[in-house]
């Protein structure tokens, strides 16, 4: 459970809440970077309340902050130096590093007791179905469209800043919807 919430955490920041302004920043200066990682930082600590009462989460917490950040600077230094085609390559690369470094952090959590929460709170935090939902309805909303967008600016097609498109969000959004309760309902224990 504790990789879903952390993936959670980095779609938001990493998609959701990052914005054109935001980005332009993160190119110009490092501070726009470090005011990203703080963002990722946030939504970080906010996925791991039960467990902050242990040291272990409050390192893995500043190894996705720090790594992140390199990681960023670096992603970005080679975009302005090398990737005048605006490839979707270093895009990707960056994707599958931070999702590679929250898969071998998450096991150092998996068996550190969680706070007393109440307990309707602490079903739904414990909820690999709402978890999966979560992911699901931001894959198929930002992400997505932000991956488009990848592709589109690669071959010249796409407007200067990412543009969302919220009504074909809110459609792909429904069809997942509806298509992961008719997988709740009818497949038994598939999810």
Not at 10 to 23: A, K, R, Y
Not at 60 to 69: D, P, Q, R, T, Y
Request: include cysteine.
């Amino acid at each position: 459970m504790i990789f879903l919430h952390l993936i959670i955490a980095h779609l938001l920041g990493d998609f959701v809440f990052q914005s054109n302004d935001l980005i332009q920043k993160k190119y110009k200066s490092w501070t726009g970077t470090f005011q990203h990682v703080c963002i990722i930082g946030t939504f970080t600590v906010l996925s791991l309340f039960p467990y902050w009462q242990h040291q272990e989460t409050w390192w893995v917490i500043g190894a996705i902050f720090g790594v992140h950040f390199v990681q960023d600077c670096l992603k970005i230094a080679y975009d302005i130096r090398f990737n005048q085609k605006k490839s979707t390559l270093p895009f990707f690369a960056d994707q599958l590093f931070h999702v590679s470094l929250i898969f071998l952090l998450s096991p150092l959590l998996k068996d550190l007791p969680a706070m007393a929460l109440p307990e309707w709170l602490g079903m739904l935090y414990s909820s690999k179905f709402a978890a999966i939902y979560i992911i699901g309805a931001i894959l198929f909303s930002y992400t997505y469209d932000i991956t488009l967008y990848q592709f589109l600016r690669q071959r010249s097609k796409a407007p200067r800043e990412f543009m969302a498109n919220i009504p074909a969000m809110l459609r792909r959004i429904v069809v997942f919807t509806l298509l992961y309760s008719l997988v709740l309902v009818f497949g038994g224990g598939l999810v």
